[in-house]
């Protein structure tokens, strides 16, 4: 192929800025930083730019490059991206880049952090612009190993210690990771035999796949439900999402919250979904119930927190179970909704870890009784954390509404009572974040921090890139669903077709 | 230029918006361009308004059949969601009123604000305020409304909260958007009812079906429960009883801002969305009597409440509530022109009484006790006597415009045969005639407080008064029985001409005088206001209970406090010590034991592992030698 290699260009910019970093001296703090800046806003221009020239008439798996590697497992280095992968693909870019400089005041060891920061942005990258499985999985682990150094170095001990936080994400990510293999090995060996020659990749293994008997779908389906449901926290498998961010790193925070969790919802959808139809369907209901009681749990949980990070985790964990429902939904408009609604939580979550890990820097603490106040020595950081509350609390003409608006039309529409639990977790995060805001911002001003100092210059960076995906994607939704709509539609048709053969079993 | 004008309405809510944009983003450093960026918008999408509504007001068939601007905001299989712009005389008449007074307001606004440090941001604010009820009023679709909707709660929530470093303000701001909140998810439940069955959010595409529902499979119990929950949206975002308690602490913000929320936008969203889906209302009669019911109670409770409240913009508050009250009772009895009329006149003198009000709060350095001031009349003779104004307007004396509007509503009442709701609502007029000229007087009239040193506000605070002072009282002209051209734009179904009814003319004038009178006697003849004081003494209970707004706040309070801050500190801990506690720290527990156990074993001694080792292979040949018949045999061969 003639064609510029664009997806190997974002996979591998930040690779490349890691590399260069490695050979800089470690004094040059601030050559440094410019580098891995340069790394992910290559990879961001990109992935704008394939966004935007994907091609929504024709649809389909677009910017293909294929490299065939393991032939005897059928495994093609096979990179491409359709109306699923893409908008998360783009959210990964723009968060990579806002986390660079979300951690612009590192000093402790930057060198090794802006190189770990660039290969956990890459790992992530890699999960979402591969069509093949096995490609899928390798950028997968290939993500744990940069959060847990992170974590451990570069976190913070608060309630729980950082060390303790680190170890138990690894090891949720692990243990999923563990289950997750057990389903794929499983598909692969009964799956091999069927096409001839062996085929990892997304298309080859759903078309393979129907000819599983019913049984075997099911219990597929339930331990990669498992795999991939305590990667984007499903309730009970959440409880290493807010420890894991209170002792994260902000950078790791904004990308775990943001994009990492959303590896689990992308999986459900590209892999469980479409490879196992019947199983999913046996199983829907049971990620709906799950996705409710997620919503319902956590906000109720987040609401009893006084750490701000801890509040914006439960409130992750909450939201993910918005996700969880739209797929139980298992229609068109509900996995619209759930796709969009990944990328809106990821561009506000991260906002707002951005936004609280600057507050936690300037006063040393995330401790909502003491602070308040804020809005008159920090006015822009103020401003950007109620900007990430209201999107947080889904406020119509922020990104987060049309898309919580199509997850409530889907889920109605299939479920109508759990859905009503669901919905009313709309007036507990009202709660929740507002609260958050009013007692860490406004009130009188403290004395004590009448010295601290507003972003400015690089550190305005997250604010406004963030913020400006966030008001404009609220207001012209259709930039977000005109390329979806690419990927959920005939991701749809293939599922029903399955399930309509299915029935004959 | 009226057609210039319908083809391009929406520019109405787009101007304010783009102030909006222009102040926060270039203008905040410079105050006064901020304000003028702010108010021009405003004046200019006035112009465009008006002439909308002429245009709007001489083309008829309108009214059948709105005209609609839309555009395909997104889409998606199953889902298509449009927004545009709605023109019938509803939307125009409401574009027209909030654009005026709107207006009014912001040239107010420029001396009120004065020397305020956050001057330009609050010119910003309003002007989105401006800019989603206008969005709210002019959408052509349910979903683009709740935009609007939701988008004024939130100009709202910043706007009362403007005063940030104040405690109670903080707290105000958040009671108003979380009880919105509250109602607004029975809107939104309605919303996707309405959606799971019609397919659609679009007005138009809904009024044409919903009087066939039955054609899709829809029940009447269905519908009424549709009703029901769009219906909650309007109790809170309209203040009605059982969510009135954000609308008296939203005075903390600065007082053009109430006004703001009282009399053009916020609160009178309720109404508009009700006469908006009247079509859906008008289908199911149990839920139009819950509106009138609810619109009647409301305006007797929040009228007794007003009637023992010290702060003159409290008091206004809850006349504000009382008189939405009026509103929905008559849209529940089913007369759209009556509601519309009303909240049309309240809109004028209800934004002169606040920024009167606001114009008395500058003079006296935001001392608001009413029973502290006194002979204000003299010191600032422009705002008393436009307050008076405003006074006898809310009152309902004719020819002021509250008269005409009230006796429709009046009428409308009896005309249907609600004769609970008659009396009550004319109990209201009397009460709402004695807090009022209550308030004149003890503010007003009588001895000067010698702590205050009042003095009468610059012109640009009082030629908006006097404006508005006109305009209460030409407003209700167009609705008079006798050249009623109201109830020929403003309708539901037909227009419909009610008989002049002297009766109610009469009485509710008599109603009205007597509430003045009254009022005179305890606190203007009476100086030493010695026998009001003996009153409120000898009925104690009553007095504290009213006082008090019947507990209702503090009921919340505890509610809040207690079940759902208990119920989410047991989640909380639940987290904390069952399923992280128990379960996966458990399991991190349990697999450490292994690990331990499993430690004995490994002794680093080369001696025990090739032991280990040897044992292991012979039990594999001896399982082997029983088990597989292709190794049985050279293993048994060697054996032998």
Request: proline fraction near 4%; charged fraction near 10%.
């Amino acid at each position: 192929m003639g064609e510029f290699p664009v997806l190997l260009t974002i996979l591998l910019a930040p690779v490349a800025a890691a590399l260069i970093m490695a050979f800089l001296p470690r004094e040059e703090k601030l050559l440094i930083k410019c580098v891995a800046a340069a790394g992910t806003f290559t990879s961001m221009a990109l992935a704008f730019y394939t966004y935007f020239t994907y091609d929504t008439g024709t649809g389909g798996v677009q910017f293909v490059q294929q490299i065939p590697w393991i032939k005897d497992l059928g495994v093609t280095f096979y990179l491409g991206v359709d109306g699923v992968s893409l908008p998360l693909m783009l959210l990964i870019s723009i968060l990579g880049f806002s986390a660079v400089f979300a951690s612009w005041n590192v000093d402790h060891r930057p060198r090794d952090f802006f190189i770990l920061l660039c290969l956990l942005i890459t790992g992530v990258m890699g999960t979402f612009v591969t069509q093949d499985l096995f490609i899928f999985l390798l950028f997968y682990e290939m993500v744990v190993i940069p959060i847990y150094i992170l974590i451990i170095i570069w976190g913070s001990t608060k309630r729980v210690t950082k060390e303790y936080a680190g170890m138990k994400l690894t090891i949720y990510l692990l243990i999923g990771s563990a289950f997750l293999l057990v389903g794929v090995v499983a598909l692969f060996m009964k799956t091999a035999g069927i096409l001839g020659a062996p085929d990892m990749s997304f298309a080859g293994l759903a078309r393979a796949a129907k000819s599983l008997s019913q049984f075997d779908q099911i219990w597929m389906f339930a331990v990669m439900l498992f795999g991939f449901g305590s990667l984007i926290s499903m309730w009970p498998f959440h409880s290493w999402s807010p420890d894991g961010y209170a002792g994260a790193p902000t950078a790791v925070s904004m990308i775990h919250a943001g994009v990492l969790k959303k590896i689990g919802g992308y999986g459900l959808i590209r892999i469980a979904l479409y490879v196992l139809p019947v199983g999913a369907q046996f199983w829907a209901p049971v990620m709906a119930f799950l996705g409710v009681c997620g919503v319902v749990y956590a906000a109720m949980a987040a609401l009893a927190q006084k750490d701000l990070k801890y509040i914006v985790g439960y409130s992750s964990v909450s939201h993910m179970g918005y996700v969880m429902l739209a797929v139980g939904s298992l229609s068109v408009i509900g996995l619209n909704g759930a796709i969009a609604y990944m990328f809106a939580h990821g561009i506000m979550a991260a906002l707002f870890f951005s936004m609280i890990g600057f507050i936690y820097e300037k006063t040393h603490t995330r401790w909502v009784p003491d602070l308040g106040g804020l809005h008159r020595q920090i006015p822009k950081i103020s401003a950007g954390f109620m900007l990430a509350a209201l999107a947080t609390l889904g406020l119509p003409g922020l990104i987060s509404f049309i898309p919580e608006f199509t997850i409530f039309i889907a889920a109605f529409n299939k479920y109508g009572g759990l859905a009503v639990a669901a919905i009313a977790g709309v007036i507990v995060t009202a709660l929740y974040a507002l609260r958050a805001g009013a007692y860490a911002l406004f009130g009188p001003p403290r004395e004590e921090y009448d010295h601290l100092q507003d972003i400015k210059g690089p550190e305005l960076v997250p604010l406004v890139v963030l913020g400006t995906v966030l008001v404009v994607g609220g207001l012209l939704p259709s930039l977000l669903f005109n390329v979806i709509n690419c990927g959920t539609i005939p991701l749809m048709a293939e599922i029903n077709a399955a399930l309509q053969i299915g029935g004959k079993f | 230029m009226v057609e210039y004008a319908m083809n391009h309405a929406w520019l109405i809510p787009l101007l304010p918006t783009l102030a909006f944009v222009a102040i926060i983003f270039l203008t905040r450093p410079w105050p006064l361009l901020s304000a003028l960026i702010a108010v021009g918008a405003m004046l200019t999408s006035c112009f465009f308004a008006t002439f909308t509504a002429i245009g709007v007001f001489t083309s008829p068939e309108l009214t059948e059949k709105p005209l609609v601007y839309a555009v395909n905001w997104f889409n998606m299989p199953g889902m298509e969601i449009n927004v545009g712009i709605l023109l019938d005389p509803v939307s125009a008449m409401m574009m027209f009123m909030v654009t005026l007074v709107g207006s009014l307001i912001f040239i107010y606004a420029i001396g009120y604000m004065q020397d305020d440090p956050g001057y330009s941001v609050f010119f910003s604010y309003v002007s989105l305020f401006a800019a989603f009820m206008l969005l709210l009023v002019a959408s052509s679709s349910l979903v683009e409304m709740f935009v609007g909707w939701e988008g004024v709660g939130l100009c709202s929530y910043l706007l009362i909260g403007f005063y940030q470093h104040k405690i109670s303000a903080r707290e105000a701001a958040k009671k108003a958007f979380i009880t919105c909140r509250v109602a607004d998810f029975g809107l939104l439940l309605g919303m996707l009812l309405l959606f799971w069955n019609f397919g659609t959010l679009d007005f138009a595409a809904l009024a044409e079906k919903i009087p066939h529902f039955q054609q899709y499979n829809v029940s009447a119990a269905t519908l009424a429960l549709i009703a029901f929950l769009v219906f909650c949206g309007p109790i809170g975002k309209s203040g009605q009883f059982p969510l009135h308690v954000w609308l008296p602490d939203a005075m903390e913000g600065p007082t053009p801002v109430s006004a703001l929320i009282h009399a053009a936008t916020m609160v009178v969203a309720g109404v508009y969305l009700v006469a908006r889906v009247m079509f859906l209302f008008h289908e199911v009669p149990s839920v139009m009597q819950l509106v009138a019911v609810t619109g009647g109670f409301t305006a007797l409770f929040a009228a007794t409440i007003a009637v023992t409240q010290r702060e003159i913009k409290r008091i206004l508050a809850y006349s504000t509530i009382s008189q939405i009250g009026y509103m929905m009772l008559a849209l529940g009895v089913g007369s759209l022109t009556a509601g519309m009329f009303h909240l049309w006149t309240h809109a004028f003198f209800k934004a002169l009484l606040f920024l009167g009000a606001g114009s008395v709060l500058v003079a006296l350095h935001h001392k608001a006790d009413v029973w502290e001031m006194g002979g204000l009349l003299k010191k600032m003779p422009i705002t008393g006597w436009t307050f008076l104004v405003g006074c006898i307007a809310i009152a309902g004396i004719p020819p002021f415009a509250g008269f005409w509007s009230k006796d429709e509503i009046l009428l409308a009442t009896l005309e249907s045969g609600h004769y609970v709701l008659f009396a009550m609502a004319a109990f209201t007029a009397f009460l709402t005639a004695f807090y009022m000229f209550r308030l004149f007087f003890l503010a007003f009239t009588g001895a000067e407080n010698p702590a205050n040193h009042p003095k009468e506000s610059p012109w640009v605070m009082t030629v908006p008064l006097i404006f508005l002072a006109i305009f209460s009282l030409v407003g209700g002209w167009v609705g008079t029985p006798w050249a009623n051209v109201w109830s020929e734009w403003i309708f539901f179904g037909h227009p419909h001409h009610g008989e002049p009814n002297y009766m109610v003319m009469i009485g509710s004038v008599v109603l009205a005088g007597l509430g003045i009178y009254l009022a005179y006697y305890f606190y203007c003849a009476d100086r030493e206001k010695v026998k009001v004081r003996e009153l409120a003494r000898r009925y104690q209970g009553i007095y504290t209970l009213l006082y008090n707004k019947y507990y209702i706040d503090e009921i919340y309070l505890w509610l809040n406090h207690t079940l759902v801050d208990g119920a989410a500190k047991i989640f909380y801990l639940f987290d904390i010590y069952v399923v992280d506690g128990i379960i996966v720290n458990g399991v991190a527990a349990i697999t450490g034991l292994f690990g331990e156990g499993l430690r004995v074993t490994a002794t680093g001694r080369l001696q025990n592992y090739a032991l280990v080792f040897f044992l292991g292979v012979l039990a594999v040949f001896v399982v082997l030698a029983f088990t597989s018949p292709l190794l049985a045999g050279p293993i048994w061969g060697g054996v032998r």
